[in-house]
């Protein structure tokens, strides 16, 4: 159990200056980051010129900061599919266990596009929408 959560699992126990303080750092990541990304959110769906830059020594270290950052995200991701992976194991065929975790099941269907593309052109036409955006990818870096 978490060392701030309560019995309940639901409340913390923290003193109004853990909270506080909580609340600031939480407003002002918030007011730091709000802007930038919806800078970023609408240059997504504007369609780029040819032109490359070259990078900053500004722009090389959150190159650098990104990579490491993806890095960590990528071991935790896998630390978290491991830990979820051995609950699922203990619950086995069954639906959950009580006051862990449930694993039921759920229907879902998807859409089957290119074989719709294939027997029904003129549908896929009619009901087709552009989606398009700029797609971001971090480069290794030999300048890194």
């Known amino acids: 159990m978490d060392a701030h959560r309560a019995e309940n699992g639901e409340f913390f126990n923290v003193s109004v200056e853990e909270l ?19 800078e970023a959110g ?3 769906k504007k369609r780029p010129t040819n032109h490359t830059l070259e990078p900053s020594e500004i722009v090389l270290a959150l190159h650098r900061e990104l990579r490491d950052s993806s890095r960590q995200a990528f071991l935790l991701d896998q630390r978290i599919a491991l830990l979820q992976g051995r609950i699922q194991l203990a619950i086995g ?5 009580r006051g862990v975790a449930s ?36 480069e290794g870096g030999s300048n890194g």
């Open 42 to 44: 609408k240059l997504k």
């Open 103 to 138: 694993w039921k099941w759920r229907d879902q269907w998807t859409l089957d596009k290119n074989a719709l593309k294939r027997e029904e052109p003129k549908v896929f036409d009619r009901f087709k929408r552009d989606s398009s955006s700029r797609v971001f990818h971090l």
């Open 20 to 38: 506080d303080r909580a609340i600031q750092e939480a407003e002002s990541f918030l007011a730091e980051s709000s802007p930038v990304l919806q």
């Open 93 to 97: 065929e069954n639906s959950g266990i």
